[in-house]
């Protein structure tokens, strides 16, 4: 079965509003195991809309609309597709009822309640449809069947898209689905993406079931692994050897296989496991690796304090860093660096913590230390390691880059 | 001039991502009054890809393809192009020698530091087509210029393809557009999507030249002014009275017409303006506001140290608070804040703090302070405002909403 998405909206093509529905509708289809070949934006124009309504039931199964069924003369959805299908659209009085409520019901002793005209043109159906009833608006979608294809028609805004396709949408198509999937996301650091590809390229090629597919994160490399099958307990059992292939050719730079783990919570984890504390120490990231360590919830277990240490004088002032290292090396080194996890854990009385101090640029370079060298340092109960990493990219790049990194090496260190 | 928007990716079509490219590259083509007609989305497969371009290069004047330049089997963009437009894939061998460079210069020193096979499969460029230069990755851009039309190939991820359609791009379009449009963003902050727009329906209604559309960002709402004319002056002339009547009816809650502008630095400037040092005392950002600051290039001057203290002993270990404000009020409390705020400056012998204490949730509110109450307390040279907001959202967007809300109390503080 392959389903075709239509977004309908001149907000979308004048970039006011980011697709989000697609993307919601994507993984919906992408979870009841359906292949999806194409997304459409289209605006609310009648010629371009049938256009690529024809060309889509032309070569796609089903087909999902969204938006333009609102009240006013640009709204043409419907219009459109019962234009194509040759079919009529004569009112649905269970439709006008709701509508009639929706009003009555929300504008309860309000002025300006009265329903235009314009509404009822919301309780208009194409002919043999399949009206679906809307809880939080007054569009009600529909499905048309046609020759063993199914066209369904949503409303744009994603608070009633979203709860119709749960209710009524996912349990119709589930049933045009005879296959169960089943799917598992591995996640990686520390190595790039063309060499992650290159290092699994024999499975890649070989493929069929379950499938592998790469998605390159920010100095993060996924692959899901995807297993259709007649049921769950099968599909697991696709799924295992790739899984553990896997895992014997990254090793330890899998840091999980668990869909929603982030690396940061993947290393809380590990610290709440040993019942270490953290501390940090940043100067050009700023604060914004402990940020991100503060959105896991219930970090207080393991975070009591961080050090934003910009100034050579805060180095020294709150973690100890000598001045003569500072004079001798630097403050972009790897001695300072090890001077600042040192100091923080001291002054935190932390089990473990985290240094960056780089050159996140656009200045600051020098030949020496060229912008985008950062040194990362990652003390756990007094045994440090530093990492000279040079990443690439502008002065956001860079940061986000030295981020990661210090997650992943202190994951690694507390392995 | 119609543009075609084709985004390539199976990662699009999984919905692992959301088309955030799409949203941009729409919003540019609207501030360039080119006619946007179709946005596709298609994945990573050379008849499909091809059939998509086909159709584009027979409905639209200039089609902008993104994603499918990596250095993987998968990435075939280049390869569909070069097919239907019957021309031969070429080495460009600078392209190569930055590549080259691009590994040299990130593995320094590091294993596994050799550019594969693969990787010069992107420094590959279609006969005919103008490279351009990639400051932010490995895969070059291009563009194709046939009958008068022209294909432009942008690598997906935004980090990469934003700087080069800023810098390369843009300007290559503008060229083609005869018209001149001139635009100015005003942006508000601490006044919500709706209200703003209600305050300026009446020109909203009334628009035609200029237009005016609204953009709501988390926390903060821009519009975005735009005059169509002959010349730039005339569009200018256009555009001065409807920025003025803004300005009349927002007043302080504009931080800047300045399209590139964002609010840290604004703030930042003022800070330099009044050679004020500023420094920070984060709880449940735990470093977010810091981290944002220091994205401004050259804030050494200002900022020299932060503390994120996200215990209670840190907070009185650092910034002083008093252990009976703590126990009487609660660490989320107006009390907390203020102290916060006072000790930071103290501490850091800086003329300004903004400290930020709160409950960001899932777990820790109570019937009298929610998840969502946070208060913030901006000090400046002793003067101190503390502001109790009660945000909506997760976790994450508790605390980006307290970041915005934190700076803005600053700029008001410091005018």
Chains 1, 2 share one sequence.
């Not at 591995?186 to 993406?193: D, N, P, Q």
């Not at 020098?366 to 990443?391: M, Q, R």
Request: with cysteine.
């Amino acid at each position: 079965m392959t389903v075709e998405l239509i977004s309908v909206g001149t907000e979308l093509l004048m970039g006011n509003i980011v697709n989000t529905n697609a993307q919601y509708l994507s993984r919906k289809c992408a979870e009841l195991g359906f292949s999806l070949y194409f997304q459409i934006t289209v605006g609310d124009n009648e010629g371009r809309l049938c256009e690529v309504i024809e060309t889509a039931l032309h070569r796609s199964d089903i087909i999902i609309l969204t938006g333009g069924l609102g009240p006013t003369q640009d709204d043409i959805t419907k219009e459109s597709v019962a234009k194509v299908l040759k079919r009529n659209l004569v009112m649905d009085e269970e439709s006008k009822r709701l509508i009639d409520d929706y009003f009555k019901f929300r504008f309860q002793g309000e002025k300006n309640t009265i329903v235009t005209e314009n509404n009822w043109k919301q309780a208009l159906k194409i002919e043999d449809s399949i009206v679906i009833k809307n809880d939080n608006g007054t569009a009600p979608g529909s499905i048309v069947e046609i020759n063993n294809k199914s066209i369904i028609i949503l409303p744009g805004p994603p608070a009633e898209m979203k709860p119709m396709f749960e209710q009524h949408i996912f349990p119709y198509l589930k049933k045009k689905q005879n296959k169960t999937f089943v799917s598992k996301m591995i996640k990686i650091c520390g190595i790039g993406e063309s060499r992650a590809e290159t290092d699994i390229l024999d499975l890649i090629e070989k493929q069929s079931n379950p499938t592998i597919a790469p998605y390159a994160k920010n100095g993060e490399v996924h692959f899901r692994i995807t297993a259709a099958a007649d049921c769950e307990a099968e599909a697991h059992q696709l799924l295992s050897p790739v899984v553990n292939e896997l895992y014997q050719r990254f090793g330890e730079n899998i840091y999980t296989s668990i869909e929603e783990e982030t690396l940061e919570e993947v290393v809380a984890h590990l610290l709440i496991d040993k019942k270490y504390t953290l501390t940090t120490a940043e100067s050009c990231t700023g604060g914004m690796l402990t940020g991100r360590i503060v959105n896991i919830p219930g970090v207080s277990d393991i975070l009591k304090e961080g050090f934003i240490t910009y100034s050579n004088e805060a180095k020294m002032k709150y973690l100890g860093v000598k001045k003569e290292t500072l004079d001798q090396y630097g403050a972009v080194s790897s001695q300072t660096a090890q001077e600042m996890a040192l100091g923080a854990a001291e002054a935190a009385e932390a089990d473990a913590a985290l240094a960056i101090t780089g050159i996140a640029g656009p200045d600051g370079g020098t030949k020496d230390k060229p912008v985008g060298l950062v040194y990362i340092a990652c003390n756990v109960k007094g045994h440090v390691t530093v990492k000279e990493c040079h990443f690439k990219g502008n002065r956001q790049k860079v940061r986000d880059q030295s981020v990661i990194y210090a997650l992943d090496l202190l994951r690694r260190s507390l392995k």
